[in-house]
């Protein structure tokens, strides 16, 4: 069978196109249509902007859409410096930065949600929706300036997941986050089940919830987009609140849109809402506060290169303290950035302290410091005699104690570097101190950091609300010491007999349940308190992705030095060679309709002796 030349092109040709076609590489990365509504944000956007510009996607595939009104701050200014510097890097930039709004000005105060400035986001909202479409972008992305990604991968894995409305679960300091699992009947948020498992990340991956809002994209490449709106009026059968973020929840709900979260991994941080009794320097307290949250387990944040002058740093001081201290490893770099750059935050003046490094000891300079290890002494739970490292934070410890009794200072606070801050550290420090000083406390040492490990037993002081009577606690992260007191802990020759200094302290405020070990010292007399809630935490737990302890990794005391106590210190390699007489405490809990805390009526001795292990084991338990 012949085949004419006309039928010979068009199978080569056809042969030809599809060779080209299978060699063909497209573009992977979809375009994006940014949408920014900048209101009152001067204290945000320095660090908003520069994690926006630090995204790792394209942003040849990104168009800006800007609009920015009714400001009472320098909130124009700070855009528009930054778009003058970056609009040859986006594919495009759409923006109205206007003093007014074309609507009224409806809200004097910035905290304050109008009807009239409900209506004007779900129009702007509604505009920038549109012209996503008009674009024929790919993705529509409604981010607030007040989200924090200090994830720079966010951007690339939610236009990856294929879901017609997606938005990356966001931190805050409290179980608040931007999405909904539930809506009652009145259309606002319900609690279910189902939300706290997926903010504390029990449940991992990406939910399908009712609500998403401040940072969510919008796939218009999937048919269902076309069902999504802002506007109520556009919602056949609606007549609920007229709120953008319910609107759009609405739009999707009732066509069958679904809504995603993600909280696979750590994205950002996202500041609450303020609510009418507030104003905006709460916001300019929660925004220090995110950072500090945020540096735990991101690189600190900073202001925008361009924007710096928009910054304030806070003034520094000790807030009345002789003086504060800050205990740094030399070989841990990145603690001491991380503290000194949250102290900076805090507005804190602190002197750095190089702590002794256990891994730079040796047992000949242990000794010729008139070091001995207390006979019969091992960690509770780890079954083990002192380490250096522990020898090494003690002498660090003790290193300051010793300056404040040289240099005479009345009252100091100690850090060490692997903390965080309880929201608002220096108000709540500056309540402490009012408090402590209104009420005339006798105080030797004040915990703003500690493990409780007999907390049921605490009480009150008498007339406080932020103090309490401190019971066996480990941990050394910060706590308030005076003269008088850094004096009783020198005079207790700790060196003679030493064990951890977190076990020390204790024992110095005669609250140390191993007796043994208790009357080794036996002038307990350091007058001890806590402020509760605390206000210093572990930046991470014991198992903890990012979990470092210099202490507890470090080698065990040597034998020579562990001998060196006399005849019976062959006993300190561990309780697993001492025998603890285990006894079951005899508890009264007080009588129906009275208040107090449960006591323990058997002897101190015998109650002592037989619940240290027992607490080192319920304390590693619950970490």
């Known amino acids: 069978m012949k085949t004419s030349i ?117 129009n702007l909202r509604e505009e920038a929706l549109d012209k996503g479409r008009e674009l024929w972008a790919d993705f529509v992305w409604f981010v607030d300036c007040d989200v924090f990604l200090t994830n720079n991968q966010t951007l690339k894995i939610m236009v990856n997941t294929n879901y017609p409305v997606v938005a990356p679960m966001l931190d805050t300091l409290s179980l608040y986050s931007n999405y909904w699992c539930g809506m009652g009947l009145d259309y606002y948020y319900r609690r279910t089940d189902e939300y706290k498992p997926i903010r504390e990340r029990e449940n991992k991956g990406c939910h399908r919830v009712i609500v998403v809002h401040s940072c969510f994209m919008v796939d218009l490449r999937q048919v269902e987009s076309q069902r999504l709106t802002f506007k109520p009026d556009k919602i056949n059968g609606y007549n609920g609140p007229h709120d953008d973020v319910i609107t759009f929840a609405i739009s999707g709900y009732w066509t069958d849109v679904p809504v995603y979260i993600c909280n696979q991994i750590k994205f950002g941080y996202l500041l609450s809402p303020l609510d009418e009794t507030m104003t905006i320097e709460d916001d300019y307290a929660q925004l220090t506060n995110i950072m500090l949250e945020a540096s735990v387990d991101f690189p600190t944040m900073s202001a925008h290169q361009q924007l710096t002058e928009f910054v304030t740093p806070p003034v520094k001081s000790t807030l009345g303290f002789d003086e504060i201290f800050l205990i740094n490893l030399e070989r841990r770099p990145e603690r001491r950035q991380r503290m000194e750059w949250s102290l900076n935050q805090l507005g804190l003046q602190h002197k750095l302290i190089n702590a002794v490094d256990g891994k730079s000891l040796n047992d000949s300079y242990v000794a010729s410091l008139g070091i001995r290890m207390l006979p019969n002494f091992a960690d509770p739970y780890h079954h083990r005699a002192m380490t250096m490292g522990e020898i090494g934070c003690f002498l660090s410890h003790y290193a300051i104690w010793q300056e404040i009794v040289d240099r005479q200072l009345s009252s100091s606070i100690i850090f060490e570097d692997d903390i965080r801050f309880e929201s608002n550290f220096v108000k709540k420090l500056a309540d402490l101190v009012n408090e402590v000083d209104r009420l005339k406390v006798d105080w030797d040492l004040i915990y703003l950091g500690r493990k409780r490990l007999k907390h049921e037993n605490e009480t009150w002081v008498e007339g406080s609300q932020l103090l309490v009577n401190v019971e066996y606690s480990y941990w050394t992260l910060s706590y308030i010491l005076s003269k008088r007191g850094a004096e009783k802990l020198i005079k207790g020759e700790p060196f003679g007999q030493l064990v951890p200094v977190d076990e020390y302290l204790p024992i110095m405020f005669d609250r140390h349940p191993e007796s043994r070990w208790r009357e080794a010292f036996p002038n307990r007399n350091l007058k001890a308190f806590s402020i509760a809630p605390l206000l210093v935490y572990p930046t991470h737990y014991t198992g903890e992705a990012g979990y470092i302890s210099d202490t507890e990794s470090s080698e065990i005391v040597p034998d020579s030095v562990r001998n060196a106590s006399g005849k019976d210190a062959k006993t300190g390699k561990g309780s697993k060679e001492i025998e603890i007489e285990v006894k079951t405490p005899k508890v009264e809990l007080p009588a129906l309709g009275e208040t107090g805390s449960v006591t323990d009526t058997t002897s101190a001795s015998s109650s002592s002796s037989s619940t240290i292990e027992e607490i080192g084991k319920e304390f590693h338990s619950e970490l």
Request: proline content about 4%; some cysteine.
């Open 6 to 122: 006309g039928e010979f092109i068009t199978v080569g040709l056809c042969v030809f196109l599809f060779a080209s076609c299978t060699q063909a590489t497209f573009r992977d990365d979809p375009t994006v249509l940014v949408t920014l509504l900048v209101r009152n944000k001067a204290h945000t956007l320095p660090y908003f902007l520069k994690l926006f510009e630090e995204l790792d996607y394209p942003k040849n595939r990104l168009t800006l859409w800007i609009k920015s009104d009714q400001n009472q701050d320098q909130s124009l200014e700070i855009m528009n410096k930054w778009v003058s510097s970056v609009e040859k890097s986006y594919h495009h930039i759409y923006h109205e930065l206007t003093t007014t709004s074309p609507s009224a000005v409806d809200d004097k105060i910035p905290t304050n949600w109008t009807e009239e400035r409900f209506k004007h986001i779900i």
